[in-house]
């Protein structure tokens, strides 16, 4: 067990690096700074971070042993890596003054089953959660303009995303080896995506799912990356109800590819890309 005393502000970078025995920290309330390494493959289960942390620096937690933890909102860096393979971390709440999710910050958190993105990040670095083989849920806020390459790859069964309108720019490989069988596309503009962004794996299998305005099939239909989803539907449900897509294609505005041509099915209707009703 330690005790920081009150009245420190810094932990130094690698300060306790590597104390395998070390089960319990008690952190002063003065503490605005954890640096480089601090915390590196401390073995620890759980740790109570205080109001007025304004910094958590790269590496600081990586290789630990929490389970779980609470960023308190007065943080505003969390460094890249800072808890990458941590394999023990089931669940995390971040500060929500935060403004992006930094290179590989939680790449191959195995146990990490879900994450809540705070409403204030804008940018989601490569490989942020790449190998979180057991991310289920991810909700990514309307805010979000750029997720750079492979930030959700591997992830093994993370079968829904939904991606706000806000976002603008998808990089290589992002949900490569990821099992997705529905994307919710918000943004009546499709976003710029890498050509590996998806995947054929993806794209051959899972649902595209884009405004319901008429409109955005036939745009995401004629759209670099996004052209290749096999199906694409006009849906501007929640998301929450996706087993029974199928079931609704007949009422919905669908994407369909017949022998090589692409048609647009609005209401049982075959249309073609500049909307011609055909026979």
Same mark, same amino acid.
């Given at each position: +067990?330690?005790?920081?005393?009150?009245?420190?502000? $810094?932990?130094?970078?690698?300060?306790? +690096?590597?104390?395998?025995?070390?089960? $319990?920290?008690?952190?002063?309330?003065?503490? &605005? $700074?954890?640096?480089?390494?601090?915390?590196?493959?401390?073995?620890?289960?759980?740790?109570?971070? !205080?109001?007025?942390?304004?910094?958590?620096?790269?590496?600081?937690?990586?290789?630990?042993?929490?389970?779980?933890?609470?960023?308190?909102?007065?943080?505003?860096?969390?460094?890249?890596?800072?808890? %990458? *393979?941590?394999?023990?971390?089931?669940?995390? &709440?971040?500060?929500?003054?935060?403004? =992006?999710? %930094?290179?590989?910050?939680?790449?191959?958190?195995?146990?990490?089953?879900?994450?809540?993105?705070?409403?204030? /990040?804008?940018?989601?670095? *490569?490989?942020?959660?790449?190998?979180?083989?057991?991310?289920?849920?991810?909700?990514? !806020?309307?805010?979000? #303009?750029?997720?750079?390459?492979?930030?959700?790859?591997?992830?093994?069964?993370? @079968?829904?995303?939904?991606?706000?309108?806000?976002?603008?720019?998808?990089?290589?490989?992002?949900?490569?080896?990821?099992?997705?069988?529905?994307?919710?596309?918000?943004?009546?503009? !499709? !976003?710029?995506? @890498?050509?590996?962004?998806?995947?054929?794996?993806?794209?051959? #299998?899972? $649902?595209?799912?884009?405004?319901?305005?008429?409109?955005?099939?036939? &745009?995401? *239909?004629?759209?670099?990356?996004?052209?290749?989803?096999? =199906?694409?539907?006009? @849906?501007?449900? @929640?998301?929450?109800? /996706? %087993?029974? /897509?199928?079931?609704?294609?007949?009422?919905?505005?669908?994407?369909?590819? %017949?022998?090589?041509?692409?048609?647009?099915? =609005?209401?049982? /209707?075959?249309?073609?890309?500049?909307?011609?009703?055909?026979?």
């Amino acid at each position: +067990h330690i005790v920081v005393n009150e009245g420190v502000t $810094t932990i130094g970078g690698f300060a306790f +690096h590597t104390c395998l025995n070390l089960e $319990t920290v008690a952190l002063p309330s003065t503490l &605005t $700074t954890i640096e480089n390494g601090a915390f590196y493959n401390c073995q620890m289960p759980s740790m109570t971070l !205080p109001n007025g942390l304004q910094t958590i620096d790269d590496h600081a937690f990586e290789k630990s042993g929490l389970t779980t933890l609470i960023v308190p909102n007065s943080v505003t860096k969390i460094g890249a890596s800072a808890f %990458e *393979s941590c394999v023990r971390l089931t669940s995390i &709440t971040l500060s929500n003054g935060i403004n =992006r999710l %930094e290179e590989k910050v939680f790449a191959y958190c195995w146990g990490l089953l879900s994450l809540d993105i705070p409403a204030g /990040v804008t940018t989601i670095e *490569s490989q942020a959660l790449y190998n979180c083989s057991k991310l289920r849920c991810v909700t990514i !806020p309307n805010g979000v #303009v750029d997720i750079a390459g492979r930030a959700f790859n591997a992830c093994y069964v993370l @079968d829904k995303i939904i991606l706000p309108a806000s976002v603008q720019n998808i990089g290589s490989c992002v949900f490569e080896d990821s099992p997705l069988l529905h994307v919710f596309c918000r943004g009546t503009v !499709p !976003p710029s995506a @890498d050509e590996t962004a998806f995947g054929t794996e993806i794209t051959s #299998v899972a $649902t595209l799912h884009v405004p319901d305005n008429g409109t955005s099939v036939a &745009t995401y *239909s004629a759209a670099p990356v996004w052209r290749e989803f096999s =199906r694409i539907m006009g @849906d501007d449900g @929640d998301g929450t109800a /996706v %087993e029974n /897509v199928t079931d609704k294609q007949q009422s919905k505005v669908v994407k369909i590819i %017949e022998e090589g041509k692409i048609f647009i099915l =609005r209401n049982g /209707v075959k249309y073609d890309l500049n909307g011609r009703q055909l026979q």
